[in-house]
Every structure is written in C-alpha cells, then in structure tokens.
C-alpha cells in the first residue's frame, strides 16, 4: 500500500484537520466513542492523547500519546488513518484559503467533505421524511462534530450552511436559503433565494447547483458546490440524493443542468 508521509507530529495542543483524522482513526479502531465531540477547530487533549497511548501499546509502540512516524505509519497500515481523510480535506482547505475564502464558506465545504468521507458516508441516510430529515437540525448538530442521520438533497444542503453559520456566528440568522427560518426548505424555495450566476462563477461552499430530471423539465435535484479536488479533478460538487449518503461527484454527473444559485455567507 501506498504510505502519506507525517506532514507534522501530532500531540497535546495542536489543532486541525490531520487531528480530526486522527480521531477518526480511533473511532475506526474502537478506541474512540463513534460521534463523540471533536473537530477540526479544536485541539489534542488528555483524553485524546491517552487513546492514541492505547493504540501505541496494542501495537508495541512506546506509548508516548504523540503521533510520530512510526505511529502514523501504523495507522495507515491497519487501514484506520484514512489518506483520503486527512489528505483531501487538508488539500481543499489550502485551496481555500488561497482563494481568501471566509470562515463560513470554509466550513460548508469541510462539512460537506466530511459527510461524503468514508467515516461517515454510510452513516447518513436518504429519507424524504419531514421529521426524520429536519432532525440533524433541531436536534443542533454541528459539522464536523456530527452529521445528520436522515436527510435528502435539498435539507443536506440546507444543514451544511446553518451548521457554519451557527458555528461562526453562534446562531444561523434568518434562512438565507429558505426564507422560512430553517424550519422546513424544498428544492423549489431554494430557487427562490440567493443569486442566481452562470455555472462558471459558482463559488465553494455558497453555490447550489440545480438539476432537472429531463431537458426543459422542473427542477428535482440540488448539490453544494465544492470547487477542485485533488484526485477528482475540477467542477466538483457533494450530492446528497438517492445515493448511500452523500458523495462526491463532477458537477456534469446529472444529465441536465437547471441553474446556479450563490447565497450570501
């Protein structure tokens, strides 16, 4: 198999993506409750630190509770460090970054990647149920600390942007991409919000792309826009459609494009 290098040591205080991969990887080992609280805004603690002092001794490494080369290395080879984990989010953050994205649109985009990973693809189900796909929100789950359990296209999208917002903000605001203050949303109130811009200006993290089922028909589809991805090329986007949970696919993976909405975050 092929093996990422450590692009840094991990321990006690330090922050980011490759930590929440990490906490992934002893979720996937059993070390770590599965939806326990962590994220990629929050640093290495104790508790943390002495799960990976676990998995250094299963594996007969010295349990220093600090991720180096030899603990990391083991992690890929056990399968438990995702590569596609660590390495895409990490990509598409400096991507992001680089184009001077905000805070906001930076989180949907993490959330979104979150949802589609491995980890927690198979943990979000397709359901057009009112009470089952508006319980992500109600209940006040926060990416990338949790997903939602049940939802279809249009509230996954709608999740992905108030879950930054009350991230950032500390509360969503008035539904910007609803106008129906996060308490219900459909693919065709969607259409009613938010800017409408060519394809070619859709932005990461604050673009919808719309879909119809035939040429000239109504709209019955939605995705975020996600922009390049290392390893699946330009134009991407996160659906969250018929499909065992949310995936990654090119923008151009529906016959028939509707429109671009932008939304103001």
């Keep these: 198999m092929a093996l990422v290098s450590l ?63 030899a603990t990391f290395e083991k992690l890929q080879r056990v399968g438990a460090y995702d590569a596609y984990g660590y390495y895409l989010i990490e990509q598409e953050r400096k991507a992001l970054h680089a184009a001077n994205a905000n805070r906001v649109a930076n989180l949907v985009v993490a959330a979104a990647l979150q949802g589609a990973s491995q980890a927690w693809e198979p943990t979000i189900h397709y359901s057009q149920k009112q009470n089952l796909r508006w319980r992500g929100i109600h209940f006040g789950w926060l990416a990338p600390h949790n997903q939602p359990d049940f939802a279809d296209c249009s509230s996954y999208t709608t999740w992905l942007i108030w879950q930054a917002l009350v991230r950032v903000k500390g509360s969503p605001g008035p539904d910007i991409i609803n106008g ?3 308490s219900a949303g459909f693919t065709g109130t969607q259409l009613q919000h938010g800017r409408a811009v060519p394809f070619a200006h859709a932005s990461p993290g604050r673009s919808l792309i719309f879909y119809t089922a035939e040429k000239g028909g109504d709209v019955t589809h939605v995705v975020m826009f996600v922009g390049t991805l290392p390893g699946h090329g330009t134009n ?18 529906r016959d028939y494009y509707h429109s671009t909405r932008t939304y103001p975050i």
Excluded at 62 to 68: F, I
């Design 180 to 182: 129906e203050n996060w």
């Design 7 to 69: 692009p840094r040591t991990i321990r006690r205080g330090v922050w980011g993506y490759d930590v929440e991969a990490l906490r992934r990887a002893l979720i996937h080992e059993g070390l770590r409750k599965y939806g326990s609280p962590g994220g990629f805004t929050l640093p290495m603690r104790a508790l943390l630190e002495d799960q990976v002092r676990h998995f250094q001794r299963i594996h007969g490494i010295s349990p220093s509770g600090v991720v180096g080369d």
């Design 236 to 253: 991407c986007v996160v659906s969250h459609g018929q499909e065992n949970g949310p995936r990654i696919a090119r923008a151009n993976y």
